[in-house]
């Protein structure tokens, strides 16, 4: 009896036992879960405060603006950066690129002519991050084909021609030579001039005179013109006390000079004793009368040029 009693009590016993190991393991497992979910949800929140910080030191990465005006025959460049301008560069056609420091301002306005005819231009603006935006555009300005005026001036006398060249728009140079020599070329000297004009001499026999004349636009003219070289005699009367003194010259001789003195004649030519055709100065001398002296002289050179004088003179004792 009692060793049955004694087996029961050890059977009760290891129930027990087992009864608890199993509460034990229930235990561990919980908190072992629990611990589990507690770290997942402190990586969630983790990851969610990093991404949330991230998130929040991101800076939106924007580019350089452009506009572009037209205004007659100019176009004016506007450029923006909220982060400041390094470089703004343009280019017609393709010509070489022209660039333009801008040292972080972030805005900035240029002007531009409008080259004639059509011309692409492209515009490309970097700011300090090397952020970049580049627009093309295509514009046409009428081109300006006026050319310059010339006119040839013979009648300053003295083997000289005066060339005078004009342009409204400014002229920049004119250049002549003779025949077939190397041309000389005067230049402008003013910045706008609109009238050039200068004075040669005028080559002796039968030669051919070619000008250019060209403006500030670099449209030009031209002309040739035959010219036969040759001089007008010079004449000068001078009133001396009672005398009037006449003085003709001419570098290559005289072949006939009349004088109409108080309506008088006297003539010099081949016929006139002391003749000579070759003498480059002729003088004479006429006593005035009283009151007033009328004077006339006809004077023909070698080359058959002629000059003639008129004038009056009152002479008082």
């Not at 969630?44 to 800076?59: F, M, P, T, V």
């Not at 031209?222 to 001396?240: A, L, Q, Y």
């Not at 006390?241 to 009349?258: A, P, V, Y």
Request: aromatic share 8%.
């Amino acid at each position: 009896m009692n060793q049955i009693l004694l087996t029961s009590n050890q059977y009760n016993k290891k129930k027990n036992n087992k009864s608890n190991s199993a509460d034990t393991k229930k235990v561990i497992m919980f908190f072992g879960l629990a611990i589990i979910i507690f770290a997942i949800i402190i990586i969630a929140l983790y990851g969610y405060k990093l991404h949330k910080n991230n998130k929040e030191e991101e800076i939106p990465i924007t580019k350089p603006e452009i506009q572009i005006e037209e205004l007659e025959n100019n176009i004016k460049i506007i450029a923006n950066s909220t982060v400041g301008i390094n470089t703004i560069t343009y280019k017609w056609n393709e010509e070489e690129p022209q660039e333009m420091q801008m040292n972080g301002r972030t805005s900035n306005e240029e002007s531009l002519e409008i080259p004639e005819g059509e011309s692409t231009l492209t515009i490309t603006v970097t700011d300090l991050n090397g952020e970049q935006t580049q627009t093309t555009k295509t514009f046409y300005r009428q081109e300006n084909t006026e050319k310059p005026t010339i006119e040839l001036d013979e009648t300053i006398g003295n083997g000289k021609l005066k060339i005078s060249a004009s342009d409204n728009n400014g002229i920049k140079s004119i250049s002549y030579s003779w025949n077939d020599e190397e041309p000389t070329t005067i230049e402008a000297t003013e910045e706008g001039q609109t009238l050039l004009e200068t004075e040669i001499d005028i080559k002796r026999g039968k030669n051919t005179l070619k000008v250019t004349a060209v403006n500030v636009l670099d449209n030009e003219e031209k002309t040739e013109k035959i010219f036969e070289g040759v001089n007008k005699p010079i004449i000068s009367v001078v009133k001396d006390g009672n005398k009037l003194i006449m003085k003709m010259t001419h570098d290559m001789g005289f072949k006939k000079i009349e004088f109409l003195v108080n309506d008088v004649t006297y003539i010099y030519d081949e016929n006139f004793s002391g003749y000579d055709s070759t003498k480059a100065e002729i003088e004479y001398q006429f006593n005035l009368k009283e009151g007033e002296n009328t004077v006339i002289i006809i004077a023909t050179s070698m080359e058959n040029t002629e000059e003639i004088y008129r004038g009056k003179c009152t002479y008082n004792p």
